[in-house]
């Protein structure tokens, strides 16, 4: 993957090279045709994993097997190409899936080919558990997990008379969401801009602070009974709405907007460093801040899944071990900012030293590593949890965009949800 995120969709291909036994690496294929033809794999993922080409070449020179990367702009889209292919044709031999849609996946386990036993202990353990089926299969190798820190512009912070250094940020933004509300409407107030990027950011950083969102383990759905979700949606139209530069993120605008300085703060995943970066790459006065409101948070982390019926199976297999070992993990780290969710590469003092020199040489791995001490709660999120947040996020623009109000607009969101 290069740094710099795509702005338009990719559809995820299926390569057009046969399987063959790889004689010096031992990596044989269950495609059974031509051994001498040599493997070319498909990766699919979206948004920025930090798999530059220099990367993906590293492999290709390690292995002898060619590396074809195609990169959806959003989650969304491919989460839409992904079910739609999943278990037919047509999809890359390697495919990411979000954290947010997950679950979903995880009922499809029979169709993904299991990871090798040899490398189970080496993520997290709830990363682990989150990945194992009702047979006891690892189907999953993670990738990241996404601790979040405030990303702010030091240059609109001072012309708004904000503190710049990022300890000073990080004690302004000790405190709950009330707290981020009124200095964002503080921010607006002094400088007639929009503080935060989107609305629906702020969604998911609120209701990723929930133990449970839309559905209970058990498989019951509250979505539209959860006070805590009428809350986040109440809070988000009131105070976020109207201190935020666009309704969501991933516009062609939206994307613009990063290097043109319309808006001042982002919350940030590790992941989104290289969003920023690799968006405007000629922008200055990005920093990172350690906290966030109300404590901490996770917001997406992704796995690699090999579906069962490529061709390439099992050199599929070595790539995605490839990319998810702990070395490979540290690398992407730096490439993208996609905090490590292997065991080895948390401890190691690679990790702990990292900076970051497009955000003002942020220690970015000391941050992101508080920020994820800081995390107190995993948010159950079942199959359905895509559908149902997907549908409060297009709720919250509807109010942001005047199509609706607030109260009109939830109704609204109650009426789909129950005809989920």
């Given at each position: ?76 889209d491919a989460r839409a190409n992904y079910f739609q292919k999943l278990g037919k044709t047509g999809l890359a031999d390697v495919e990411a899936v979000e954290i947010d849609w997950f679950t979903e996946a995880m009922q499809y386990a029979d169709l993904l080919a299991p990871v090798p036993a040899d490398l189970q202990g080496r993520w997290l353990d709830w990363k682990e558990a989150s990945a194992t089926d009702s047979a006891g299969n690892l189907i999953a190798y993670g990738t990241d997990i996404g601790p979040q820190g405030i990303c702010y512009r030091s240059d609109l912070f001072a012309a708004a008379g904000l503190p710049t250094d990022r300890a000073e940020v990080a004690d302004l933004f ?247």
């Open positions: 993957m290069t740094v710099r995120t795509s702005r338009r969709t990719i559809a995820a291909a299926v390569a057009g090279a046969a399987a063959f036994a790889l004689v010096a690496t031992g990596c044989s294929t269950g495609g059974g045709t031509d051994p001498n033809e040599p493997v070319t794999l498909t990766l699919a993922t979206f948004n920025d994993f930090g798999y530059t080409d220099e990367l993906l070449a590293q492999f290709t020179e390690e292995t002898g097997i060619e590396v074809v990367h195609n990169k959806a702009a959003t989650s969304n000790d405190g709950d969401w009330d707290n981020f509300f009124e200095i964002g409407a503080q921010y607006k107030a002094a400088t007639g801009k929009p503080f935060i990027d989107s609305a629906n950011s702020v969604l998911q950083g609120i209701v990723n602070q929930y133990e449970l969102a839309y559905e209970d383990p058990d498989g019951t759905i509250i979505a539209t009974e959860n006070p805590d979700i009428r809350a986040a949606y109440d809070a988000v139209v009131e105070k976020a709405v109207p201190i935020a530069a666009y309704s969501g993120q991933w516009s062609e605008d939206w994307f613009a907007s990063l290097a043109s300085g319309e808006f001042a703060v982002m919350l940030c995943p590790g992941w989104m460093l290289g969003v920023i970066s690799g968006n405007a790459p000629e922008t200055t006065g990005w920093d990172i801040a350690d906290a966030f409101p109300g404590g901490g948070g996770n917001w997406g982390g992704s796995y690699l899944t090999v579906p069962a019926n490529g061709k390439n199976v099992e050199a599929a297999q070595k790539l995605a071990a490839w990319l998810t070992s702990p070395e490979v993990q540290l690398q992407a780290f730096a490439n993208a900012g996609t905090f490590p969710s292997q065991v080895e590469a948390l401890a190691s003092d690679e990790l702990a030293s990292a900076t970051n020199e497009y955000f003002n040489n942020a220690p970015t791995g000391e941050i992101l590593t508080d920020r994820a001490n800081a995390i107190t709660v995993a948010t159950y999120k079942g199959p359905q949890y895509f559908q149902f947040h997907d549908a409060l996020q297009n709720a919250v623009t509807r109010v942001f965009d005047g199509l609706e109000d607030q109260e009109t607009s939830w109704n609204t969101w109650v009426t789909e949800v129950s005809a989920f």
